[in-house]
């Protein structure tokens, strides 16, 4: 359901009749209140974007203004006029309508399928330690060049909207699951495939270190990118604006035959900090194996040995060997989780088996080269990391800790190898510091979830092995906290500096708390800083899984347990938290929409 609103704005003296289009869920208390609104607001509009004529306005919705070439403007005022219930609705009005931000600073219009998206640029100033610069990219990749498997039979297709492609998509799964319409797993599915119609770019966050951040990493830039795998079931399918090509499954899409949100996280020089991503079925976890080798290939063709966990075999098949870190509940308050993880434990069993036996091809998608590979994904470490997990110990602590038994012993046969080869020239002190992780993991010295996924991470690192970090949906947990500090991590080792000393002994923990002195006396953390940075940049995929209610923060300032050891003291209550924010000018949603009842 629509409504014409008729507005008369008058600009420079000129006064415009324009025809706006509101869709359903827009609340105001009369139509002169909005009329006035939107004169306002469009007053304001017009004045900062002095190229655009009143005439060139479409529609406007709550995810941006539309024009007519195809282009969309997006405000932040808009996100805050969504229907509330009455009787917040005008408590919140004053709030809201008595005020107009400034339009984002600066657009960049990047060339997608149609429509055309304008999209702003975004960039955050930690002061006196780091700024950092958000862009979105061209899919110009080589994951991004994996050609997607369409589901429906095009022709059947070709002329449905966006909108009906989406119920398409939900009716399809649905029928595929089982589950009534009505049902909250159906809600989510609907709304999941709807957020991926629209094309989602790969998305960078690329520091400039200041002062002595700068002098610590050694370097003056660091550059971080998030490859999404362009997987939804929608690709392939035709709409009025041409064939579907550029969707993810997003994180409500929990139904969807592809991986959600699987996405690389890449260095500037193409290695990967992590993977992310859920398996839950074997072709999942096929799905998630040719990501993994596709996206270190061009690190090993030189065919050296192992590199990044890839090595060429004597029968002339190549193997493949990672590490998957689990964030999901294992407490038999949460059950569906655990199952979740069960399944990929044996999603991912059955893969090795099976690969053993006749190994998995994976075409490169430009050279059409075909490798047959014998998938080795290491046993799975189980770390409960979740808001509600303030008392792991008492909530499947015990569960946890016996898978993740098995999959620290597989690190430590590989660490111990690697030792040797350590051995054969002057290394002792790398050799120290992966024993003395190695005993803090083995012998539970670590008692925080956090400090097992960096001191895995840590060996995982120094072993040159592909890692999988994932939660759920890969979003929250996986982005919120667990994906920066691994980030924050490696660009640490890449300083070449040891890990602190604690008590004689190395340690992946106390990276957290190491601290330098800037020129004014003051103490700077690098690591949380960096940790602080990279959060940032997560927190803004996290709007590609959920749209507007992007990233879930509690209120009444509640952080997740590890961000109180791994955040710079001035983001530790929820107000300073969003102070994070204030400088970040989202595409999709303002700031303050990240904060979720």
Same mark, same amino acid.
């Not at 304001?44 to 009143?54: A, H, I, R």
């Not at 960039?123 to 862009?135: I, M, N, P």
């Given at each position: 359901?629509?409504?014409?609103?008729?507005?008369?704005?008058?600009?420079?003296?000129?006064?415009?009749?324009?025809?706006?289009?509101?869709?359903?869920?827009?609340?105001?208390?009369?139509?002169?209140?909005?009329?006035?609104?939107?004169?306002?607001?469009?007053?304001?509009?017009?004045?900062?974007?002095?190229?655009?004529?009143?005439?060139?306005?479409?529609?406007?919705?709550?995810?941006?203004?539309?024009?007519?070439?195809?282009?969309?403007?997006?405000?932040?005022?808009?996100?805050?006029?969504?229907?509330?219930?009455?009787?917040?609705?005008?408590?919140?009005?004053?709030?809201?309508?008595?005020?107009?931000?400034?339009?984002?600073?600066?657009?960049?219009?990047?060339?997608?399928?149609?429509?055309?998206?304008?999209?702003?640029?975004?960039?955050?100033?930690?002061?006196?330690?780091? &700024?950092?610069?958000?862009?979105? *990219? +061209?899919?110009?990749? =080589? %994951?991004? /060049?994996?050609?997607?498997? !369409?589901?429906? @039979? $095009?022709?059947?297709?070709?002329?449905?909207? &966006?909108?009906?492609?989406?119920? *398409? +998509?939900?009716?399809? =799964? %649905?029928? /595929?699951?089982?589950?009534? !319409?009505?049902? @909250? $797993?159906?809600?989510?599915?609907?709304?999941?495939?709807?957020?991926?119609?629209?094309?989602?770019?790969?998305?960078?966050?690329?520091?400039?270190?200041?002062?002595?951040?700068?002098?610590?990493?050694?370097?003056?830039?660091?550059?971080?990118?998030?490859?999404?795998?362009?997987?939804?079931?929608?690709?392939?399918?035709?709409?009025?604006?041409?064939?579907?090509?550029?969707?993810?499954?997003?994180?409500?899409?929990?139904?969807?035959?592809?991986i959600t949100m699987l996405r690389k996280i890449e260095a500037e020089d193409g290695s990967s900090t992590c993977y992310a991503g859920r398996v839950d079925t074997l072709p999942k976890a096929k799905e998630m194996a040719r990501f993994l080798f596709l996206g270190e290939i061009e690190r090993f063709e030189d065919f050296s040995g192992l590199s990044k966990g890839i090595q060429l075999r004597e029968d002339g098949n190549y193997e493949l060997t990672f590490a998957v870190q689990s964030l999901l509940n294992m407490h038999v308050f949460d059950s569906q989780q655990k199952n979740m993880f069960e399944k990929q434990l044996e999603a991912y069993n059955r893969l090795a088996k099976e690969s053993k036996k006749t190994p998995l091809e994976i075409t490169h998608p430009e050279t059409g080269k075909t490798y047959k590979v014998v998938v080795n994904p290491l046993a799975i470490a189980a770390n409960q990391f979740n808001w509600s997990n303030y008392l792991p110990n008492f909530l499947g602590e015990s569960t946890a800790q016996a898978y993740s038994i098995e999959a620290d012993k597989a690190l430590q046969k590989l660490a111990e190898a690697k030792i040797k080869q350590l051995r054969a020239g002057d290394n002792q002190k790398k050799i120290n510091q992966i024993e003395d992780t190695l005993d803090a993991l083995l012998n539970n010295k670590l008692k925080k979830s956090w400090e097992k996924i960096l001191a895995r991470a840590y060996l995982v690192t120094i072993l040159d092995l592909p890692e999988v970090i994932h939660c759920k949906s890969s979003v929250d947990r996986t982005g919120g906290a667990a994906i920066p500090m691994v980030f924050a991590l490696k660009e640490w080792l890449k300083t070449g500096r040891p890990l602190p000393l604690v008590n004689g002994r190395y340690s992946t923990s106390a990276i957290a708390d190491h601290s330098i002195t800037d020129d004014t006396?003051?103490?700077?953390?690098?690591?949380?800083?960096?940790?602080?940075?990279?959060?940032?940049?997560?927190?803004?995929?996290?709007?590609?899984?959920?749209?507007?209610?992007?990233?879930?923060?509690?209120?009444?300032?509640?952080?997740?347990?590890?961000?109180?050891?791994?955040?710079?003291?001035?983001?530790?209550?929820?107000?300073?938290?969003?102070?994070?924010?204030?400088?970040?000018?989202?595409?999709?949603?303002?700031?303050?929409?990240?904060?979720?009842?």
């Open positions: 359901m629509t409504e014409i609103l008729k507005l008369d704005i008058g600009i420079n003296q000129k006064l415009y009749n324009t025809n706006l289009t509101l869709n359903k869920g827009w609340s105001f208390k009369g139509a002169s209140e909005a009329k006035s609104w939107f004169n306002a607001f469009f007053k304001k509009f017009f004045e900062e974007n002095p190229t655009l004529s009143p005439t060139e306005l479409i529609r406007a919705n709550e995810r941006g203004v539309f024009l007519k070439d195809g282009r969309i403007i997006s405000h932040p005022d808009l996100f805050m006029l969504k229907k509330t219930p009455a009787a917040s609705t005008a408590k919140k009005a004053a709030l809201v309508w008595g005020s107009l931000p400034a339009v984002s600073e600066k657009q960049t219009e990047i060339k997608t399928n149609n429509p055309t998206i304008a999209k702003p640029e975004a960039s955050h100033e930690l002061k006196g330690v780091a &700024k950092a610069d958000f862009a979105f *990219l +061209e899919p110009t990749h =080589l %994951l991004n /060049k994996i050609p997607p498997a !369409p589901r429906w @039979n $095009s022709e059947a297709t070709a002329h449905l909207s &966006k909108e009906g492609l989406s119920r *398409l +998509e939900a009716n399809y =799964l %649905l029928s /595929k699951n089982g589950d009534k !319409p009505e049902s @909250n $797993s159906a809600k989510e599915t609907r709304l999941g495939t709807r957020l991926g119609v629209e094309k989602r770019e790969d998305y960078r966050m690329s520091t400039t270190l200041m002062g002595k951040m700068s002098e610590f990493f050694k370097t003056t830039s660091i550059r971080s990118d998030d490859i999404l795998a362009k997987n939804s079931p929608l690709n392939g399918c035709k709409t009025q604006d041409g064939v579907i090509s550029g969707a993810i499954s997003s994180s409500y899409n929990r139904h969807a035959d592809t006396g003051e103490k700077i953390y690098p690591f949380k800083e960096l940790v602080a940075l990279k959060m940032i940049h997560e927190l803004k995929m996290s709007e590609f899984a959920r749209g507007d209610k992007g990233y879930k923060i509690r209120e009444g300032g509640i952080l997740h347990p590890a961000l109180k050891d791994l955040l710079p003291e001035r983001y530790l209550d929820i107000s300073s938290f969003w102070s994070l924010f204030n400088d970040f000018k989202s595409s999709y949603s303002p700031a303050q929409n990240f904060l979720r009842s």
